[in-house]
């Protein structure tokens, strides 16, 4: 019996990511204003983890590349030309896929920043704290909005994956996030040079580091804005309360 083809897609370090990424915002998610050091670190760590992933678009080995992305006009006419049929099989992400997946990126990156936005304005804390903030924005609003967001591409992207594999279940898409290794699929194998693989090292330790310090640093609060209009009631010395003057 002849040996199902193999491909070698997804390196450690995309692997890593991928699931560094995941924990990341549902971890953050479910923290959100109750455990707020803990939400604040995985920001951070999501954060990095994108930053050093839209490089590894630009320097990284076949596959995980942007080159690799077909989310060009042609391709998406060709995949909907051959939906359901082989030639429709990807070794690497197929168009729609490429798309949510560069939107994910762009969205995570803008929850960073607005989270970041929101540490700065509503606790003085964080990186941006230096930063004059424009007047009139609640980057508070601003950063819910775009978690909404990022939830409807999560959303997209669970569906892609359903479909996929009910389609093309040879080529155990979810599985090769796992193994690395996409069945069904003939291709070239993905390697790594050593630039990047010292660089994959960096990309995985910086936001273990960030998250370490955030999680072990001082406790991160937000203002208590029920508590900035100080309030003019006051007590006399026989604990009955009257109105203070404000001169």
Same mark, same amino acid.
């Given at each position: 019996?002849? =040996?199902?083809?193999?491909?070698?897609?997804?390196?450690?370090?995309?692997?890593?990511? /991928?699931?560094?990424?995941?924990?990341?915002?549902?971890?953050?998610?479910?923290?959100?204003?109750?455990?707020?050091?803990? /939400?604040?670190?995985?920001?951070?760590?999501?954060?990095?983890?994108?930053?050093?992933?839209?490089?590894?678009?630009?320097?990284?080995?076949?596959? $995980?590349?942007?080159?690799?992305?077909?989310?060009?006009?042609?391709?998406? %006419?060709?995949?909907? =030309?051959?939906? @359901?049929?082989?030639?429709?099989?990807?070794?690497? #992400?197929?168009?729609?896929?490429?798309?949510?997946?560069?939107?994910?990126?762009?969205?995570?990156?803008?929850?960073?920043?607005?989270?970041?936005?929101?540490?700065? +304005?509503?606790?003085?804390?964080?990186?941006? =704290?230096?930063?004059?903030?424009?007047?009139?924005?609640?980057?508070?609003?601003? /950063?819910?909005?775009?978690?909404?967001?990022?939830?409807?591409?999560? !959303?997209? #992207?669970?569906?892609?994956?359903?479909?996929?594999?009910?389609?093309? =279940? $040879?080529? $155990?898409?979810?599985?090769?996030?796992?193994?690395?290794?996409?069945?069904?699929?003939?291709?070239?194998?993905?390697?790594?040079? @050593?630039? +990047?693989?010292?660089?994959?090292?960096?990309?995985?330790?910086?936001?273990?580091?960030?998250?370490?310090?955030?999680?072990?640093?001082?406790? !991160? +609060?937000?203002?208590?804005?029920? @508590?900035?209009?100080?309030? %003019?009631?006051?007590?006399?010395?026989?604990?009955?309360?009257?109105?203070?003057?404000?001169?």
């Amino acid at each position: 019996m002849k =040996k199902e083809a193999s491909t070698y897609v997804w390196g450690i370090p995309t692997r890593l990511f /991928h699931w560094m990424l995941v924990i990341s915002l549902v971890g953050a998610y479910i923290a959100e204003e109750d455990y707020l050091t803990l /939400h604040v670190a995985l920001g951070y760590t999501a954060g990095i983890l994108i930053v050093f992933r839209l490089i590894w678009g630009l320097i990284g080995p076949r596959y $995980s590349h942007f080159r690799d992305f077909p989310a060009g006009v042609k391709s998406f %006419t060709a995949f909907f =030309k051959g939906f @359901g049929k082989p030639v429709n099989v990807y070794a690497g #992400h197929n168009p729609p896929a490429s798309l949510v997946m560069l939107g994910i990126m762009f969205i995570v990156a803008l929850v960073a920043f607005s989270g970041m936005m929101t540490l700065s +304005q509503e606790g003085g804390q964080g990186p941006l =704290k230096s930063l004059t903030l424009p007047a009139g924005i609640e980057f508070k609003e601003v /950063h819910e909005f775009w978690v909404q967001v990022l939830i409807g591409l999560a !959303i997209l #992207h669970l569906v892609g994956l359903i479909a996929d594999l009910i389609i093309h =279940k $040879s080529a $155990s898409v979810l599985k090769s996030m796992f193994t690395g290794y996409k069945t069904g699929v003939e291709a070239e194998n993905a390697e790594m040079n @050593g630039f +990047q693989k010292f660089f994959s090292f960096v990309w995985i330790a910086a936001p273990l580091v960030a998250f370490y310090l955030t999680i072990t640093g001082p406790p !991160i +609060q937000l203002k208590d804005d029920e @508590g900035e209009d100080e309030s %003019t009631e006051m007590v006399d010395d026989d604990g009955g309360e009257y109105e203070g003057d404000d001169d």
